[in-house]
C-alpha cells in the first residue's frame, strides 16, 4: 500500500499520541503516505482530512490527548443527517469512496469497543482495517492492558493520595468515585495502589451495612480517614447502577455519575461520620501518558503498518503477557471482564483486608 489513513476515535486517552507518531514515521520511512483523519468518524463521514508529515508528530508521544481529535458518538453507519439527530443514513459506502478518491487504500483505526464495531464494518465493506483497542477501562478482549490503562491507573492513584491528606486532617469518609463503565479494573487498580480502604467495584453488589459497619470499625481503631474507591457503576445489591445521563445517539448510551455523591451521603447519615464525595472524573484520562502507554502505543502503531504494508487487514492488533499478537475482528463485542476470583490484586487486596462491600 502506498497511501494510508489514521483515524483515533472513542473517548480519548493518553497513548494515542504515540500511536499516531509510529504510524506516521514508520509509514513514511516505508515510501508510504499517511492521511489523518479528524474527529473520530465525524471526520471520516465529513472528509476531515490531511496529510501527516514528520513535523506534524515531532515530540507529541508524550502529549495527552490525540492530535486528530476523537468524537465516542457517531456511527459511520447510523450517522446523523439532521441537526436534531431524528434522521439517519448508513454513511459508510460514500465515506470509503471519498477516501478511495484520494488514493487511502487502508485504513488504521484506534478506539474502543464501539469504534472498532465500526471498524469491522468498513472493513468488510472493502476498505482494509487495522484495528488498535485502547481504552482507560481495560475492559477489551484484543489487548491486555489497553492503551491508556496504565497513565489512568497513574492519575487516580495520585488524586486519591491527595484526598488522603485532607481527608486526615478533617477527620473524614471520603468516597471517589472513579471512571471505567462497567468494568472494575480501573478502580481496582487505582484505588489498590493508593492505599483505599474499601473498593466498591460493578462486579460485585456492596451490602451497605457491611461499608457502614467497616467504616466505624476504621474510625474506632484510631485511623483518623476512610477512604472508598467506588467504581462510577458499582451498585448496592437489590439496586440500580447511579446514570448522571442518557446520550441516546452513542455507542455506549449510560453516562455513569452520582454514587459518591448517594453513598458520602448514606454513609453519614448511618455512622455519624462526616462524609465527602469525590468524583475524579476526565482527570483520569488527562495529561501526559506514562512511559508504558507511550511504549505500548508505539509498538502498535509500527505493528499496524507493517501489516498494512504487507496488504495483511482485517485484524485488530494487541498486547498479551507484554507480547504483540492479532486476532480477526470479532462479529459480535467480546469485552473482557475483571474475573474477582481470579484476578491477582483482588486477592492481594482480599489477603490485606481490604473491604468490597461484601
Ligand atoms: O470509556 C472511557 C470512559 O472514560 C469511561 O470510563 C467513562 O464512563 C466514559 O468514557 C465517559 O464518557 P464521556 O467522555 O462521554 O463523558
Known amino acids: 500500500m502506498k497511501k494510508i489513513a489514521i483515524m483515533t476515535a472513542g473517548g480519548d486517552c493518553p497513548g494515542l499520541n504515540s500511536v499516531i507518531k509510529a504510524v506516521v514515521m514508520s509509514a513514511i520511512n516505508k515510501g508510504m503516505v499517511v492521511v489523518g483523519i479528524y474527529d473520530g468518524y465525524i471526520g471520516f463521514v465529513e472528509k476531515r482530512y490531511k496529510v501527516l508529515d514528520k513535523s506534524d508528530v515531532f515530540g507529541i508521544e508524550a502529549q495527552g490527548g490525540t492530535i486528530l481529535g476523537a468524537s465516542n458518538k457517531e ?125 466498591l467495584l460493578p462486579e460485585i453488589d456492596y451490602n451497605l451495612n457491611v461499608v457502614c459497619n467497616r467504616v466505624k470499625e476504621i474510625m474506632q481503631s484510631g485511623k483518623r480517614y476512610v477512604i472508598i474507591a467506588a467504581s462510577e457503576a458499582c451498585k448496592e445489591k437489590g439496586k440500580e447502577e447511579t446514570i448522571a445521563r442518557v446520550v441516546s445517539d452513542s455507542f455506549e448510551q449510560k453516562r455513569y455519575g452520582g454514587i459518591a455523591e448517594k453513598l458520602a451521603r448514606e454513609i453519614e447519615e448511618k455512622t455519624g461520620y462526616e462524609a465527602r464525595p469525590v468524583v475524579l472524573g476526565h482527570i483520569q484520562r488527562g495529561g501526559e501518558p506514562c512511559t508504558s502507554d507511550i511504549l505500548l502505543g508505539a509498538r502498535l502503531g509500527d505493528y499496524a503498518v507493517n501489516l498494512l504494508a504487507d496488504d495483511r487487514y482485517g485484524y485488530i492488533v494487541g498486547a498479551k503477557e507484554n507480547v504483540l499478537f492479532k486476532t480477526r475482528f470479532p462479529k459480535v463485542r467480546e469485552p473482557r471482564l475483571l474475573d474477582v476470583e481470579d484476578n491477582d490484586i483482588c486477592r492481594t487486596a482480599r489477603d490485606m483486608g481490604i473491604c468490597f462491600g461484601i
Open 75 to 199: 456511527c459511520p453507519f447510523h450517522y446523523p443527517v439532521d441537526a436534531k439527530h431524528e434522521h439517519y443514513e448508513d454513511k459508510v459506502a460514500s465515506s470509503i469512496r471519498a477516501l478511495r478518491k484520494i488514493g487511502v487504500e487502508g485504513m488504521i483505526i484506534v478506539g474502543g469497543d464501539g469504534t472498532l464495531d465500526s471498524a469491522r464494518v468498513i472493513n468488510e465493506a472493502g476498505m482494509p482495517v487495522i484495528g488498535i483497542p485502547k481504552t482507560i477501562d481495560n475492559d477489551m478482549s484484543a489487548s491486555n492492558p489497553t492503551i491508556g490503562f496504565a497513565t489512568a491507573i497513574e492519575n487516580a492513584a495520585e488524586a486519591i493520595r491527595k484526598v488522603k491528606t485532607t481527608a486526615f486532617s478533617h477527620r473524614r469518609v471520603m468516597v471517589v468515585e472513579m471512571m471505567g463503565r462497567t468494568s472494575g479494573y480501573l478502580t481496582l487498580y487505582g484505588g489498590f495502589a493508593a492505599g483505599a480502604d474499601i473498593i
